[in-house]
Structures are given as structure tokens and as C-alpha cells.
């Protein structure tokens, strides 16, 4: 009942009473990047959506812009030799915060996105979109956060990432998505795995580790 109907149900109300309270931090996080450079406000891209008829779906993902417009696109920001080049003053506050992800607000509204769920693979990540195929992770409405983003988030490399996806499917439930809910707020307020130009830090961390 819940992963049927009650999870969209509450996914529609809260991201449209979240439109109406947050209208204020849009119009200054708006001015702050229009003040910052050049381009515009909000950036979308392509994104891998729920699993439909055994066929993968797609949807354009909508972000506040962090980087320039003359950053190579529909690349990950891990697979960009120097990020840090590209990110602009405000980005870097609102990727450490994850205030740039508050436009998805729409997307869960529209029903593309759940509040919680894995995070929506690029179109072109073929290999996490193949590892979470195992989980059974494709086949639920992708997030604004998950039970990978509070488990290493950045970090993670995509094996151990579909891994946690897929056992998010398996506990799936109201009480697990809360749980995912505030533990989204702790990581966020910590910067818990947020590591610009690297997924799998963890594991190289561990290995740099080993070798001292």
C-alpha cells in the first residue's frame, strides 16, 4: 500500500507545501547566482528515470547552475580532470550545503522524483545503471536523497552504491524512508561524502591507508 500509493501521495504534498515555504530561499539562492556569472539560473540534464513496460525511461533533472557555462557537459563531475576549476563561487557553497538540488523539488512534484529513492543516474552511466539492474534498484522512482547518500554518498563506489540501492528496494517502507529522511539532514548539516572530482574515495582512501 505504501510503495503503491501512500509514497506518491505524500511525495506530491510535501514537495508542493516545500515550493510555497522555500519561495524565499529560491528568489535569494536566484539572485545569488545571476550575481555571481554568467548564464543561467537553473541546469538541467539528462537523467535515468523508473524502469517502465522493462524498458528504462528518461527525464530532465532540473539543478540551481553551480558551474560555468563553459564546463564540458553531460560529463560527471568526478570524471573532470580539474572541477574545482569549473565550480563557481556560489556553486561551491550551495554543492556543500546541496542547496543546488532544491529545484528537484519539481521534479518530485511532477512525479519524475520521490523524495527518497536512489539518485538518478546520468543517461550515459551505463555501468551504475547495469549494477543497480542486479538490485532491482531501476525499477523504483529515483530520489532527491537514498539510503547511499547517507552511506558515503561521493564516496561510494558504484558497486558498493547499487548494493545500498538495492537494499533500500528491499526495506522500502515509511519508516525506512524517514529514517533516510533525517539521517539526509545530519549528513547534510556534517557535509558527510560530498568530495568534488572523485567517486570510490572511500575505497581510495583505504588503499592510501594500507600503503602508509
Sequence with gaps: MY????KRILD???SLIGIIVLSWLFIILILAIKLDSKGPVLFKQKRVGKKKNGEITYFNIWKFRTMRIDTPKDMPTHML????QYITKVGKFLRKTSLDEIPQIFNILVGDMSIIGPRP???NQDDLVAE???YDANDVLPGLTGWAQINGRDELEIPVKAKLDGEYVEKLSFAF???C????IKSVLKSDGVVEGGTGEMAKKASQDNED
Excluded at 529522511?181 to 539526509?184: I, N, S, V, Y
Aim: glycine fraction near 4%; include cysteine; aromatic fraction near 24%.
Design 12 to 14: 506530491f504534498f510535501i
Design 3 to 6: 510503495k503503491l500509493y501512500i
Design 181 to 184: 529522511f533525517f539521517g539526509t
Design 121 to 123: 543516474a546520468l543517461w
Design 132 to 134: 543497480r539492474e542486479k
Design 177 to 179: 524512508d524517514c529514517k
Design 81 to 84: 580532470s580539474n572541477p574545482d
